[in-house]
């Protein structure tokens, strides 16, 4: 008897060592924060990095050791994850998310907008915070008293699952790419494309049913680097042959603020805008996007087809241009005439397209920004995500 007791707690022993061991041999960090935030070391415990020997201190470095010295840690940017990711930084960096940051920022309403909406990471901040950030940009953001966002790869596969699969499912996409001014999901979503997609997903259709997801068609084979023919803006360089439509495009990039609306002359801020790739500057540069986007439509549909149905969103944008150029030549005119004031935020007595809805001008100049933001963005993006219904 007293024999198998001394048998009881030799094991006993042995396995408490044991447990002290593996304890000891755990990172502090996890320990304590453990107690003070158990769901973000819970993530972590799900992600492939806790099964990899990356843990708390590989990122946020070991300086920081105590509750008291927490600022200490370091707040990883995107160098720090391409230690081990190289390749997925090279594929962001040539992509348009890297332009994010620096785009928000180069345009004139970002001026007139509370902090807390740019750098505070709210607002655009939030959705924006994609692209690798500058020092300068980094020391603008720490000089405000703003810490974090310091990084992009967690917008797609979030902190701290780093989950590849959560970036695989449009739903990642759906929290930028939705709303007033680029309702890509809401498209997407009430497409044929998108509703193939969620019968999948409930098990209508089987699991080998062809549904595009965003990622196929946007990041396609996995690749990191983004960029569409139009893009955001539905402008780009040469101006096209037709000469209606070559003089509709001039008078929007007159609204647009990149030609002095009086001399016609480039101004100041189409460098901004080249800068952070906001139009494609030759034909080149935009059938090269063209061409890849068709590659992908190829996958399921005949390529004839898919040309068509890519040509007749280029028809449309035609048509949405010639209302738009009409209604700021009318807005312009108004000015002109003293009928109504030009708001005190713009340069030129001409409409200027990139204040937004903050113009703190008239009703009138309310309706053609809606005209911009809302109506011709949403014509030619519908087109391009090939639905009916359209977003609130
Ligand atoms: C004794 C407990 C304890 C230990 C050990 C500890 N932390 Fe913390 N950590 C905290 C507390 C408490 C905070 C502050 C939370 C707050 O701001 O509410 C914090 C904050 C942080 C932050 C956020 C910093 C910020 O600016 O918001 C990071 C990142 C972090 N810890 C990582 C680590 C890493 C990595 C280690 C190990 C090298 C570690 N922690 C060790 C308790 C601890
Ligand atoms: C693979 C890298 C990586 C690992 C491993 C990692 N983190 Fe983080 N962590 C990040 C990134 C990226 C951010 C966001 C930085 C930013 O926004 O500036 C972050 C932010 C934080 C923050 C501050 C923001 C918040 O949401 O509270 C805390 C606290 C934190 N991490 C704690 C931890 C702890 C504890 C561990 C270990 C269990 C850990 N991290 C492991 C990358 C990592
Ligand atoms: C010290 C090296 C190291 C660092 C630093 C690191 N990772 Fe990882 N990461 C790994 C390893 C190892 C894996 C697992 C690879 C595998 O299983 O193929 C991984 C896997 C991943 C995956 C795929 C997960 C999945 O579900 O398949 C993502 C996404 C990821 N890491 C993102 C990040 C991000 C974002 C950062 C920076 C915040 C980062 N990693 C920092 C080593 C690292
Ligand atoms: C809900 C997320 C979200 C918010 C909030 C947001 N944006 Fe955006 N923004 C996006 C997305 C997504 C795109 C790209 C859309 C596209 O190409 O159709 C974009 C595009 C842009 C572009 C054009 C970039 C380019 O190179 O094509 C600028 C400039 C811009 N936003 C500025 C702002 C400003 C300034 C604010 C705040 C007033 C703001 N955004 C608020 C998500 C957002
Ligand atoms: C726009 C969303 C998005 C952003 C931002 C993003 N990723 Fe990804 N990431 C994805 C998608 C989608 C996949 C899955 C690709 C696939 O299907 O193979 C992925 C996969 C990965 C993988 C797993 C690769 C593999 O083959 O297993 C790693 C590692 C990774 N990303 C790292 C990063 C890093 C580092 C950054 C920041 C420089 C980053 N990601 C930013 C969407 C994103
Ligand atoms: C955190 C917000 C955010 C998330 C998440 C996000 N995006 Fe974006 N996306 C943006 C912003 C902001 C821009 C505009 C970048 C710029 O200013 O240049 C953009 C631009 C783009 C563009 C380029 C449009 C152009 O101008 O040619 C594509 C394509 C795109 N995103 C696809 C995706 C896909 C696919 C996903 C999901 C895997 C995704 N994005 C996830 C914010 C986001
Ligand atoms: C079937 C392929 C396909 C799918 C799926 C798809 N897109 Fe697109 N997307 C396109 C095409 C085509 C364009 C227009 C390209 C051009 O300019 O010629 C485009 C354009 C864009 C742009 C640039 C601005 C615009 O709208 O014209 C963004 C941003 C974008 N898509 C995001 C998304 C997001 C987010 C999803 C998922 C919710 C998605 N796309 C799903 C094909 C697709
Ligand atoms: C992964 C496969 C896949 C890809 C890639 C794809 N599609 Fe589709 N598409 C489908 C399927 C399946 C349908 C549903 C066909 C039906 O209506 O019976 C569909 C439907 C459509 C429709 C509506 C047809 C109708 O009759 O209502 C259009 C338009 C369309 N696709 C255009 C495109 C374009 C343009 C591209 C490339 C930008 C593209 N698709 C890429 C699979 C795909």
New binding site residues.
């Given amino acids: 008897m007293k024999k198998a007791w001394f048998v009881v707690l030799g094991v006993m022993f042995a396995a408490f060592c044991f447990t002290d061991i593996a304890v000891a041999k755990e ?7 453990r ?3 158990p769901g973000q070391v819970a993530d972590w415990e799900a992600s492939k990095h806790s099964g990899e020997d990356v ?3 590989t ?10 010295d ?6 990883p940017d995107e160098t720090v994850c391409a230690e081990c990711h190289e390749d997925q930084l090279e594929q962001f960096v040539k992509g348009k998310h890297n332009f994010g940051w620096t785009s928000m920022n180069a345009l004139p309403i970002t001026h007139v907008e509370p902090d807390e909406l740019i750098e505070g990471g709210r607002g655009c901040g939030g959705c924006h915070n994609m692209g690798v950030k500058s020092e300068a940009q980094k020391k603008e953001q720490r000089d405000k008293g703003y ?2 966002q310091n990084n992009s790869c967690d917008e797609c596969h979030t902190r701290h699952t780093f989950s590849k699969k959560e970036a695989q499912d449009p739903k990642a996409c759906e929290q930028c790419h939705m709303g007033y001014d680029h309702p890509q999901w809401e498209m997407w979503s009430s497409s044929k494309h998108g509703t193939r997609y969620a019968m999948k997903e409930k098990g209508k259709l089987p699991e080998s049913a062809a549904a595009p997801s965003c990622q196929f068609c946007h990041l396609p084979d996995g690749t990191h680097t983004n960029r569409t023919a139009w893009g955001f803006l539905g402008v780009r360089l040469p101006l096209p042959e037709d000469k209606q439509w070559a003089a509709d495009r001039v008078v929007i990039l007159k609204a647009l603020g990149v030609l002095n609306p009086e001399t016609g002359e480039p101004t100041a801020r189409l460098d901004a805008v080249k800068a952070v790739d906001l139009v494609r500057l030759t034909e080149e540069a935009w059938s090269t996007e063209r061409e890849k986007m068709i590659e992908r439509c190829k996958q399921c549909h005949a390529e004839q087809y898919a040309r068509i149905q890519l040509e007749m969103g280029d028809a449309i944008m035609q048509k949405a241009d010639r209302l738009m150029a009409q209604g700021i030549e009318i807005v312009a005119a108004l000015y002109k005439d003293g009928i109504i004031k030009k708001p005190d935020n713009y340069s030129f007595a001409y409409p200027d397209l990139l204040y937004f809805m903050q113009t703190g001008g008239s009703y009138i100049d309310q309706v053609l920004l809606e005209m911009y933001m809302k109506h011709r963005m949403r014509a030619y993006k519908e087109l391009a995500h090939t639905m009916r219904a359209t977003a609130k």
């Fill in positions: 990172e502090k960090c996890i320990t304590c924060h107690g003070t935030s843990t708390c201190s990122c946020h470095g070991d300086k920081h050791k105590k509750a008291k927490a600022q200490l840690a370091v707040l810490r974090y």
